[in-house]
């Protein structure tokens, strides 16, 4: 059974930081790109960043770029989104996502979805 668990989101005032998490199980970790994806509160998905299989090539929307780092550990089947100088716009749902091939910067494009984690900005 394929599983994405996503955790470390919480409750952060402005110019703080986080690290969410994202452990995979049930497919073969280091043949999938991830990403991560987030939704705002009323909003649609956004795509916020990739990787690619073996994390050499990442990419990252406009908005988040410099702010966060995402990463992956193939030992532990685990992606991570390092997240900081977060602004209250971040607040968000954030899923992270997989699919088997070259990391896009399209959600619809992932096959598997984590539960997703609440992360809430405070001004």
């Known amino acids: 059974e394929v599983q994405l668990v996503e955790s470390g989101g919480g409750l952060v005032q402005t110019g703080g930081s986080l690290r969410l998490s994202c452990a995979a199980s049930?497919?073969?970790?280091?043949?999938?790109?991830m990403t991560w994806v987030r939704q705002a509160p009323g909003k649609g998905l956004e795509w916020v960043s990739a990787?690619?299989?073996?994390?050499?090539?990442?990419t990252y929307v406009d908005s988040v770029k410099g702010r966060f780092t995402i990463s992956r550990d193939n030992a532990k089947n685990t992606v991570y989104l390092q997240m900081n100088s977060l602004k209250p716009e971040d607040t968000a749902v954030y899923y992270c996502a997989a699919r088997r091939g070259a990391a896009t910067t399209s959600a619809s494009e992932y096959d598997y979805w984590g539960q997703g984690t609440q992360v809430t900005v405070s001004s």
């Open positions: 990787i690619n299989s073996g994390g050499s090539s990442t």
């Open positions: 049930g497919f073969t970790f280091s043949s999938y790109a």
